[in-house]
């Protein structure tokens, strides 16, 4: 009997999906359009919240699962098509349980937006910037100061993509930004300076985080595993890595999978002004930076 209902409704699902595209294109209104629009950037946002996510095999699994219901129930497997609809059954329950960092992260960006922080959270543009410049100058400054004694260092600063699988393998800190505290945490021979510093809305949210790897080959073979992480992870998120060469004292930044080497103080400042001021372009940091130099020049 199970079995029969939930074939029903598999068959009242793709019914109610060939209605709506039939309609869409036989009767077109501005109500499916909108509709299959909404829809459309729904199925986006739930793909994009699972592929770079230790889930992205689960989720997997579960389109072969129904992919497997479906065959079996055209080839009238009874036996297979019996276990696997009594497995579908509980699809809801499991979803929740097997998804819930990915709905509670995803959940967590909504609240983030830029359109929630506008809504809900207010604040004067005096305030903001007094909230930003305490961040920046202490990261500038405990940066310089590793990049001079040579100490190397990797910090990763999350945008919109959230990095919460990231933030798993390491340690949680949730501290204010401060240079002491950020020298003493990559310090060599101390128990959190390997792995990554992961800072989320301006704070030391975790620290000994571990990485995925860039294998692009068209990385120099003179850069690290340190500079490749920073890479791999700007290659599947939005986030921006910070890096101080042990070797070398070179402070470099990874974004977009691309690396920009022999950073200074004031360039420093001008990207992390841009990821720390959500109203602000965070793309435009490189021309702002061109653009105060040609005013040095002139």
Known sequence: MTEVANMVQIREIFASIGTLFTN??????????VDVAILAVLIYNVIKLVIHTRSNSLFKGIAVVLIMAWIASVLRFNAVSWLLNQIISMGLLVLVILFQPEFRRGLDQIGRSKFMRRMFGPIGRQEEAEQVEKPVTEIVRAMN????????????????????????????????ISAPLIENIFEPNTPLHDGAM??????????????????????????????????????????????????????????????????????????LTELFTPERNMYSWLSTLRREEQQDEE
Do not use: Y
Request: hydrophobic content about 40%; charged content about 30%.
């Open 198 to 271: 992961i800072i989320r809305n301006r704070r030391i949210n975790a620290a000994a985080c571990i990485l995925p790897l860039s294998s692009d080959p068209s990385i120099s073979k003179d850069l690290g595993t340190r500079h490749r992480a920073a890479i791999g992870i700007t290659e599947t998120t939005d986030a921006v890595s910070l890096i101080v060469s042990e070797e070398t004292g070179i402070i470099s930044m990874a974004r977009e999978g691309r690396l920009t080497r022999h950073l200074d103080a004031r360039s420093l400042n001008i990207l």
């Open 145 to 176: 100061d590793m990049a001079r004694k040579k100490i190397g260092a990797l910090i990763v600063v999350e945008r919109v993509t959230g990095l919460g699988d990231v933030i798993e393998t390491g340690t949680r800190v949730d501290a204010e």
């Open 24 to 33: 869409l294109f036989e009767h077109p209104d501005w109500r499916n359009l």
